[in-house]
């Protein structure tokens, strides 16, 4: 860890505590000696959180007013001080590409990508006024790599990594390190919040891929096995702890196998070829 950062017990914003990945890190940083601040979209989760134990506070990512109050608070409680951010507040919206409307493409950006844009250029003043400061985000393998009915979060993550890129290049030398994390398959509630959105926005009954629709709709509520090599959240917390306390932080965190096979495959294969190998590897989600 910093010498700045290890002169009091750090501080963390973290985004998405309400289940999964983002709970995880919440629980884990506190038993590491950090002030969490975790956060949620809901006033029910916030309330859990803090029954919890938690210091937890209400962020929604698609809405401006939320994300400032939260800033706000947050930096009234420390004093204007915040050592590290961690967005990993997301969802994922299935449905071929076809399908999405320009409303649901739009409410997938604003959480995934411009919610958590404007999140950072909060934090980023704070951060270069005190020299340092630590922005990791959570990307995905579909950052990189796009696999068919998830145009919308591959679209959103392509985005966030390009960002990333360009903001860590922008912020050389500041003192505040940007770091990507590329988790495959993790146990969560993912694909609950993916089925609730998927019947919530998609009309399969009149869609060309209505019956590609059922496949994915069994898969979605959990008739269907998990990805293989799926790993529990603590995958992901490993690395998370190391972009946040190594002097070296590094700028991509490859995590589960699924993501160290397609980055090692898209530096071998054509695009073609690459297309081949993932529709091959998705064949049983289209088959009902």
């Given at each position: 860890?910093?010498?700045t950062?290890?002169?009091?017990?750090?501080?963390i914003?973290?985004?998405g505590?309400?289940?999964?990945?983002?709970?995880?890190?919440?629980?884990t940083?506190v038993?590491?000696?950090?002030?969490?601040?975790a956060?949620?979209?809901?006033?029910?989760?916030?309330?859990?959180?803090?029954?919890?134990g938690?210091?937890?506070?209400?962020?929604d990512?698609a809405?401006s007013d939320?994300?400032?109050?939260?800033?706000?608070?947050?930096?009234r409680?420390?004093?204007?001080?915040?050592?590290?951010l961690?967005?990993n507040g997301a969802y994922?919206?299935?449905?071929?590409?076809?399908?999405?409307?320009?409303?649901?493409?739009?409410?997938?950006?604003?959480?995934?990508?411009?919610g958590?844009?404007e999140?950072?250029?909060?934090?980023?003043p704070v951060?270069?006024?005190?020299?340092?400061?630590?922005?990791?985000?959570?990307?995905?393998?579909?950052?990189f790599s796009?696999l068919?009915?998830?145009?919308a979060?591959?679209c959103?993550?392509?985005?966030?990594?390009?960002?990333?890129?360009t903001l860590?290049?922008?912020?050389?030398?500041t003192?505040i390190?940007?770091?990507l994390?590329?988790?495959g398959?993790?146990?969560?509630r993912?694909?609950e919040?993916?089925y609730?959105?998927f019947?919530?926005?998609i009309?399969?009954?009149?869609?060309?891929?209505?019956?590609?629709?059922?496949?994915?709709?069994?898969?979605?509520?959990?008739?269907?096995?998990?990805?293989?090599?799926?790993l529990?959240?603590?995958a992901?917390?490993?690395?998370?702890?190391?972009?946040?306390?190594s002097?070296r932080?590094?700028?991509?965190?490859h995590?589960t196998v699924?993501?160290?096979?397609v980055?090692?495959?898209?530096?071998?294969?054509?695009?073609?070829?690459?297309d081949?190998?993932?529709?091959?590897?998705?064949?049983?989600?289209?088959e009902?």
């Amino acid at each position: 860890m910093d010498e700045t950062m290890a002169s009091a017990p750090p501080s963390i914003l973290i985004t998405g505590c309400s289940s999964g990945i983002g709970h995880a890190a919440a629980q884990t940083l506190v038993q590491r000696g950090w002030r969490v601040f975790a956060t949620a979209r809901r006033e029910h989760q916030v309330a859990r959180l803090q029954e919890e134990g938690f210091e937890a506070l209400l962020l929604d990512l698609a809405c401006s007013d939320s994300i400032g109050a939260a800033v706000d608070e947050i930096l009234r409680r420390t004093g204007g001080r915040l050592d590290a951010l961690f967005n990993n507040g997301a969802y994922g919206q299935p449905g071929a590409v076809e399908d999405l409307s320009r409303t649901v493409l739009r409410e997938q950006l604003e959480t995934n990508l411009l919610g958590t844009h404007e999140l950072t250029t909060r934090i980023i003043p704070v951060m270069r006024d005190q020299g340092s400061g630590r922005i990791v985000q959570n990307s995905s393998v579909l950052g990189f790599s796009a696999l068919p009915y998830r145009g919308a979060y591959v679209c959103s993550k392509f985005a966030l990594e390009g960002l990333t890129d360009t903001l860590r290049q922008e912020l050389y030398g500041t003192g505040i390190h940007v770091s990507l994390l590329q988790p495959g398959p993790i146990a969560s509630r993912f694909r609950e919040n993916a089925y609730r959105a998927f019947r919530e926005n998609i009309n399969a009954a009149t869609s060309h891929h209505a019956v590609t629709y059922c496949a994915l709709e069994a898969r979605l509520a959990g008739e269907g096995p998990s990805a293989p090599f799926t790993l529990e959240a603590d995958a992901v917390i490993r690395k998370l702890v190391h972009a946040l306390e190594s002097r070296r932080p590094k700028a991509r965190y490859h995590i589960t196998v699924p993501t160290h096979l397609v980055a090692a495959l898209k530096r071998l294969l054509t695009t073609r070829g690459m297309d081949r190998v993932l529709l091959r590897a998705t064949r049983g989600e289209r088959e009902t």
